[in-house]
């Protein structure tokens, strides 16, 4: 499976963007698909991720601001994110977790798309 990811930029605290995650190579509906970022400087952290059924969790930094959806008609994952904060900054990374491994592992991931939120 290959991973492209796509939607990051530039833009003011408090803005949205949403981030798009196009899958290729295999069958999409069988991959949980989860959302990753790395600010400068730290560890790569989770951010949220969608089952195949399409039920979601994030991290608590996140949550109420952004949401992951899918259109499997479509092979893409998204990450909506609103009301960004200038921690939000970081590179965001795509990645597929098959149905038939564990929760926590992601065997494929994208290249990352960067997200710089201005104060």
């Known amino acids: 499976v290959q991973l492209q990811a796509s939607g990051g930029g530039l833009v003011q605290a408090g803005d949205s963007l949403r981030l798009s995650c196009a899958a290729s190579g295999g069958t999409f509906s069988n991959y949980a698909m989860g959302w990753f970022r790395q600010a400068p400087g730290k560890e790569r952290e989770f951010v949220g991720r969608i089952s195949v059924n399409g039920a979601t969790t994030y991290a608590d930094s996140v949550k109420g601001r952004f949401t992951i959806s899918r259109d499997n008609a479509k092979n893409t994952a998204y990450l909506q994110m609103n009301s960004l904060k200038p921690e939000d900054t970081a590179l965001y990374y795509c990645?597929?977790?098959?149905?038939?491994?564990?929760?926590?592992?992601?065997?494929?991931w994208g290249q990352g798309t960067l997200v710089t939120v201005s104060s």
């Open positions: 990645a597929a977790n098959p149905v038939y491994r564990a929760r926590d592992r992601y065997d494929y």
